[in-house]
């Protein structure tokens, strides 16, 4: 089952990120696994996955010693301060930073081990009360602090659009976080980069691959809906 929504997924993928604007990256795949039991996390890992999307520090130092080196971690969801010491050095992007305060402690955790880290900086493109992000207009400046930590790397943009059943109607704020990520690059600043946007989720995939995300992270649209009650 899991390798057959793979397929349909990556299908689906490659013909909306064909329609992509010029000088954007092809979409890549992450299979967001949080709540699910390793052995699915297995399974679309033999089917050729090796981009994962944790939400939980707890939960990916978890799962880390039981996958193989190669997997790449994606660390998507909100990050706390004081879980920074535990992750610091084990993943491959984290997507969710939002704030001097928590980026200038992934500085001091990386300097302590003597290791890089690279980041994306979450864009609350939407203004919705209930995430976290920074604002649109706020990002330069956020950006411009961050870039003077030399062991923190931005190498882009996120955004958790909203719920909605028309993914249509996200086509808007994908494209605002293109527009972004554009404004961004024209600065010039250094230690930053903006090769990277991670948009679109089950819901609204193909509209992000088509505006120019680089990353979409799919977790109900490969593993099925998870059942908070009881995995947790
Ligand atoms: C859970 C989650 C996803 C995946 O959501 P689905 O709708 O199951 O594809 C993507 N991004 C973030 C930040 C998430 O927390």
Redesign the pocket.
């Known amino acids: 089952m899991i390798s057959e929504n793979i397929k349909e997924v990556e299908t689906r993928l490659s013909a909306a990120s064909a329609k992509r604007p010029d000088g954007f990256a092809e979409a890549k795949l992450i299979a967001?696994s949080?709540t699910k039991p390793i052995e699915m996390l297995k399974e679309a890992y033999d089917f050729g996955c090796r981009d994962f999307?944790e939400?939980k520090v707890q939960e990916l130092c978890d799962k880390i010693p039981q996958m193989p080196d190669d997997v790449r971690w994606h660390l998507?969801?909100h990050l706390q301060t004081n879980k920074v010491k535990y992750i610091v050095g084990k993943t491959y992007l984290i997507?969710?930073v939002d704030s001097v305060k928590l980026a200038g402690e992934i500085q001091k955790e990386a300097e302590k081990k003597q290791c890089d880290v690279d980041i994306l900086i979450e864009v609350n493109v939407a203004q919705e009360d209930s995430k976290f992000g920074v604002s649109v207009t706020q990002a330069p400046a956020l950006i411009r602090e961050i870039s003077q930590f030399p062991r923190v790397h931005i190498k882009g943009l996120m955004t958790?659009a909203p719920y909605t059943e028309d993914a249509e109607t996200n086509r808007v704020f994908f494209r605002q976080l293109r527009d972004l990520s554009v404004d961004i690059t024209s600065k010039n600043i250094d230690n930053v980069s903006m090769n990277v946007l991670s948009m679109g989720?089950?819901?609204d995939?193909e509209v992000a691959a088509q505006e120019g995300a680089s990353y979409v992270?799919?977790?109900?649209?490969i593993f099925g809906e998870?059942n908070y009650a009881v995995t947790l």
Do not use: A, L, P
Request: aromatic share 6%; hydrophobic share 25%.
């Open positions: 967001v949080k999307g939400n998507i969801g997507h969710s958790i989720m089950t819901g995939y992270r799919v977790g109900t649209g998870r």
